[in-house]
């Protein structure tokens, strides 16, 4: 039954995504990423700077941080649908209790130690760590901002290109 449904909502979907409404809304939205990226300076100046710092800072409180991260986990929970199968799917097998601890010993090498070693390494070189990144945002020449906006002109090209593909106008 619930193959049933998904077979449903991806015709619905491979539907929506070949109606004209919607290769007309991927143009103009490409369009708008290539226009940006085209316009838009590569470099900002102190003005802007300032601004923009100061917005960091109201928006980095901790109440609202907390509010980002309840947003973030909710946003993500559907990536974490197939690790959650991958659980059920061993409760369900019949492996002796060794193999089942294994497979969970090996799972959690496999996809928490890398986090978890990342967070103990800032722990211990915060202020290194900091610094290098620092540097990084403060380099000459804004390779940051220029490397969004390559971002979103490849982007913007990309989408408005297959929508105008599939309009029929190229």
């Given at each position: 039954?619930?193959?049933?449904?998904?077979?449903?909502l991806l015709?619905?979907?491979?539907?929506?995504?070949?109606?004209?409404?919607l290769?007309?809304?991927?143009?103009?939205?490409g369009?708008?990423?290539?226009?940006?990226?085209?316009?838009?300076?590569?470099?900002?100046?102190?003005?802007?700077?300032?601004?923009?710092?100061?917005?960091?800072?109201?928006?980095?409180r901790?109440?609202?941080?907390?509010?980002y991260?309840?947003?973030?986990?909710?946003?993500?929970?559907?990536?974490?649908?197939?690790y959650?199968?991958?659980l059920?799917?061993?409760?369900d097998?019949?492996?002796?209790?060794?193999?089942?601890l294994?497979?969970?010993?090996?799972?959690?090498?496999?996809?928490?130690?890398?986090?978890?070693?990342v967070?103990?390494?800032?722990?211990r070189?915060?202020?290194?760590?900091?610094?290098?990144?620092?540097r990084?945002g403060?380099?000459?020449?804004g390779?940051?901002?220029?490397?969004?906006?390559?971002?979103?002109?490849?982007?913007?090209?990309v989408?408005?290109s297959?929508?105008?593909?599939?309009?029929?106008?190229?």
């Amino acid at each position: 039954m619930v193959l049933a449904g998904i077979d449903g909502l991806l015709g619905l979907a491979r539907d929506l995504a070949e109606s004209r409404t919607l290769l007309v809304g991927q143009a103009v939205a490409g369009g708008l990423l290539l226009l940006y990226a085209v316009l838009a300076p590569a470099t900002v100046d102190a003005r802007t700077r300032r601004r923009r710092d100061e917005l960091l800072r109201k928006a980095l409180r901790p109440g609202l941080l907390f509010v980002y991260g309840g947003y973030v986990t909710a946003a993500e929970l559907v990536t974490a649908l197939p690790y959650f199968a991958a659980l059920a799917l061993l409760g369900d097998a019949a492996l002796p209790f060794p193999a089942t601890l294994a497979v969970l010993v090996v799972y959690c090498l496999v996809f928490v130690t890398p986090p978890v070693g990342v967070a103990v390494l800032y722990r211990r070189r915060r202020e290194r760590i900091d610094a290098w990144v620092g540097r990084q945002g403060e380099r000459p020449g804004g390779r940051g901002r220029e490397a969004l906006l390559w971002i979103a002109g490849i982007a913007g090209f990309v989408l408005l290109s297959r929508a105008l593909a599939g309009l029929g106008v190229l």
